[in-house]
């Protein structure tokens, strides 16, 4: 069993949500990556979403096109977040990460290579935001075939028929967006996600994760009653921008953040 | 029986063009896109849409477009006759109009209120607001900050027509950033917006469906040749950034294997000083962008390169898929202008001809100044003139040194 499943199953066995941030490797510099990677476990961080900086991230709102050219300005590659998830590893054997970002890096770098370097470095599950699953008949059996999840988003306007092809190609969990829009937009409303989601319990057994609009130990409360995780990415990466000068202080900034949604969630 | 009789088949179910175009997108775009996808192909064939749209260009765009003999500039250039598919004297001043009308209409029929686009030179927003007034849809523009800087005329006139211009500030703060910022309005809007998308590229069904409102440009060019001259042409030029006026012109010809292709991508400083916005003709590596896989100029690292070009409607790292599968396919010559040259043939063309082309369609221009003299006088070239220089200038003039 791979540490995303095997995470999932014992947050089930504890009756518990899982937690999942978000941050984008390399952001303030490529330096700092790890010890936040770090620091957010010890905020209580089930999964880490490492997000691959990218020169058009067109699904994310301007707190992440920020964290991406701060990133960029570094020259953070693929070849970098590997060393960083090999490092992390050195210390964290558990924790599953998952890369996040689009998929023009991955092209380039090339599908084999990719999956081989991800594999070895101690990456568990690839989420391509712009390669929903139609279009991942190339990616997707090289990811498989080294151990890799491939996680698929879900949205509101998701038809039930994609809803299904998107189910019967997923693992790991499904990342249901929250709201039509970018990331870091506005507040999520868990009637509506439960609403969304209860179609998507019938067809799947994977875990349903909510991300977008999550912002406070409120918002994680609430999405975290009708989910089994919450994903949060612009609350975290907003703390890193106002601190990027001085990111001696963002641990202790990610870890507030995080570890009121973490007692939150666990409340 | 042509070798490229399966070209017109495509896209495939999936608006795939071989390894290249589909639909890679946030999940939140994927409903829209299907629904777009049905709603086309439904009024595709539908012979009231059909005649709305050709009423239109007939009456409101001023179709057919006339083919124009350029005959003393052919003399000057001592070989092949060159004709002119003046697209420039469409209302509107481009062939960008051709596909803005059919989109409207779209927008219309699936009863969405707002219409968004993106737009580089300011032809393709010029357009688009245009067809908004006209069905009074709410209408706002993204346009990279560095082309409202180079653009003011159009961004002038787009407000005058009543649509909202935004200035585009991300990423290179040109054509790229503007239609990342679109995607982001449209994903967020999705319920009561429809995105104008002004070239063949971007996801399914968009290439298939900007490719059919332009190959208006090439039907009338094919029937003109045989009206002017008694036969096809040898020779088809157009400008390639995204590649809708040379899809448009070129698409009809498909199977035409007589029918010689060159499509001309902006060479910016010299395709050799990596600062140009000639993903075809340099060779750049597959990748994807805005929805599509196509040729696409990007780093090692994967990360979009920064385009360079005197015109900013070429300004684009990536091209429609449909045209890397030609060129795959061999259906295409591919080729650069670099910006000295296109500067020498807008000139050289407004004088001998007065005629002032777009700086855009001055690179087919260019590359006609270099195929003509190869050619016999009895030997026809047609170039798409895809649009007209007014709103260029202010650049020409800048390069003069001449302040207004």
Known sequence: ?267 | MSKFSDLTRLPDDRGHFGPYGGRFVSETLSFALEDLEKTYRRLREDPDFQAEFDYDLAHYVGRPSPLYHAERWSKQLGGAQIWLKREDLNHTGAHKVNNTIGQALLAKKSGKPRVIAETGAGQHGVATATVAARLGLACEIYMGAEDVERQKLNVYRMRLLGAEVIPVESGTRTLKDAMNEALRDWVTNVDDTFYIIGTVAGPHPYPMLVRDFNAVVGREARRQSLEEFGRLPDALIACVGGGSNAMGLFYPFAEDDDVAMIGVEAGGDGLATGRHAAPLASGAPRGVLHGNRTYLMSDEGGQVSDTHSVSAGLDYPGVGPEHAFWKDVGRVEYVAADDAEVLEAFRELTHVEGIMPALESAHALAHAKRLAPTMRPDQHIVVNLSGRGDKDIMTVAKLDGIEF
């Open chain 1, 1 to 267: 069993m791979n540490r995303i499943d095997q995470r999932f199953a014992d947050l089930k066995a504890q009756g518990r949500r899982a937690l999942i941030p978000y941050i984008t490797a390399g952001d303030p510099a490529p330096a700092h990556t790890v010890d936040f990677m770090h620091a957010l476990v010890r905020a209580g961080a089930d999964i880490i979403e490492l997000g691959v900086p990218f020169s058009d991230p067109m699904a994310d709102g301007p707190v992440i096109q920020k964290a991406c050219e701060r990133a960029l300005r570094h020259g953070v590659r693929l070849g970098h977040l590997f060393e960083m998830v090999r490092e992390f590893r050195r210390d964290d054997a558990e924790t599953p990460v998952v890369l996040m970002g689009y998929l023009n890096p991955v092209e380039r770098f090339g599908f084999e290579a990719f999956a081989d370097q991800a594999s070895e470095a101690g990456v568990d599950g690839v989420l391509l935001v712009d390669m929903p699953p139609e279009e991942a008949d190339l990616l997707g059996p090289v990811l498989e075939s080294r151990g890799l999840s491939s996680i698929f988003l879900v949205a509101p306007t998701t038809s039930r028929a994609r809803a299904a092809t998107i189910c019967a190609h997923g693992e790991g969990y499904l990342y249901y967006v929250s709201l039509k829009g970018v990331t870091g937009g506005a507040a999520a409303d868990a009637d509506d996600i439960a609403a969304h989601l209860a179609p998507l319990r019938e067809m799947t057994d994977l875990p349903l994760c909510v991300g977008f609009g999550i912002r406070d130990g409120a918002s994680a409360a609430a999405v975290g009653r009708v989910a089994d995780g919450v994903i949060v990415g612009s609350a975290l990466v907003s703390r890193i921008a106002e601190n990027a000068e001085r990111p001696e202080a963002i641990p202790a900034a990610l870890e507030a953040v995080l570890g009121e949604m973490r007692q939150a969630l666990d409340a």
